[in-house]
């Protein structure tokens, strides 16, 4: 406390400085702009929730808000009781139980590295979840002088977490590019996202995992009817892939992925693919609408960047119109973006619409719950925008009455 008095007693016997007046001015200018622009973003956020939208084909929505005051949280998922699990990239596992209003803490898991991009990421449950409490989770973490991604099955009991298994280990990590989105397939298996972590040529090479989407059995074998039976790799040529998901009448596999976005590359370039088992996504040789023999070009491409960030298709009753819908995530598109494609294959796009742009700023994860309402999260305070009072959050669109 002295040495505190001391310092502030010398600092009032300083020479006072004179302050030039256009010097004051202009800085208040500034000041009053980015207090009124502050304003402006948190009176649209508020208005986003009582507002009705309507979609172009007149469906008529409202957005309420399930959760705020979180920090980066990155993938959701729900059990068969309509609880909602759910990640924050600094290395929190939450749960909301069905009809309370406070999350609580399952684990902070001690290991997870949150770095730039990198921290806890992908979340998903077991299809047998009920039975046998399986959870599974993918983060950075340190790895000699950098980073490395893992996936981890742990056991839900009693509200904690046991019987830790690795299911895979060491997957190319860095500050950036880390894919790391889960999904369990129609077909059993878990599915996992990787990103070229800042190294391009990983992509297409087969000795590593990096910029893939691989596939495995729930115990991290490799399934006997995998591309090449002796490796986890299911289709290749990535560069950071955020969002997958199967159409619920073909089992088609569509997945959602940044771009060179100006980086280290032309701008833009986001994409939408559907995947196939073994095939050439062709990032770095290709990307944008460019096309090479042997390398698949993207089913739609995204010029200026508007980063996806996840994907997931409507499979809920309450609103019959978005049924078989894909929605993802814009991050600096400050979107959620939907699709409508045909029931069959070759899928092809019917129309697509961008829905509360600007309203919520960065938005990460989408996806739908049991009782049928769109769930998505606010991604404001991963250092690439300005959070207003109570970012971030998880909100959920339900009909208008």
Known sequence: MKQILHETDSLLEQPTTQIDPLFLEENMK?????????ILVLSSSLLGQQKVFTTEDGIRYRVETVLENLEIPWSLAFDDDGNMYFTERPGRLQLLKK????????????????????????LALHPNFKINGFLYVSYTFDFRR?????????????????????????LPGSSVHNG?????????????????????????DLGS??????????DGSIPGDNPNPQSPVFAFGFRNPQGIDWHPISRVLFETEHGPSGFDGPGGG??????????????????????????????????????????????????PGFNTNYFFGGLRGQRIQRLVVTEQPPHRLIQQEVMLQGVFRR????????????????????????PVENDDRILRIVPAQ
């Open 270 to 319: 986001d994409e939408v693919n559907i995947v196939e088992p073994g095939k050439n996504y062709g990032w770095p040789i290709i990307h944008h609408r460019e096309t090479r023999s042997g390398m698949e070009s993207p089913f739609l491409e995204y010029t200026p960047a508007i980063a996806p960030a996840s994907g997931v298709f409507y499979k809920g009753t309450v609103f």
């Open 30 to 38: 500034n000041t009053i702009l980015l207090a009124f622009s502050f």
């Open 99 to 122: 009809g309370e209003k406070k999350p609580l803490l399952i684990a902070s898991i001690k290991e997870v590295r949150h770095r730039g991009e990198g921290g806890l990421m992908g």
């Open 146 to 170: 950098g980073q490395s991604n893992k996936v981890v099955r742990f056991r839900l009991e009693n509200g904690t977490l046991n019987d830790q298994k690795e299911i895979l280990q060491y």
């Open 180 to 204: 790391c989105r889960l999904r369990f397939g129609p077909d059993g298996k878990l599915y996992i996202t990787t990103g070229d972590a800042a190294e391009r040529s990983i992509a297409q």
């Open 209 to 218: 995992l990096g910029g893939k989407i691989l596939r495995v059995n729930d």
């Open 363 to 386: 938005i990460r994860e989408v996806t739908t719950g049991p009782d049928g309402y769109i769930y998505f999260s606010t991604s404001n305070r991963d250092g690439r925008a300005t």
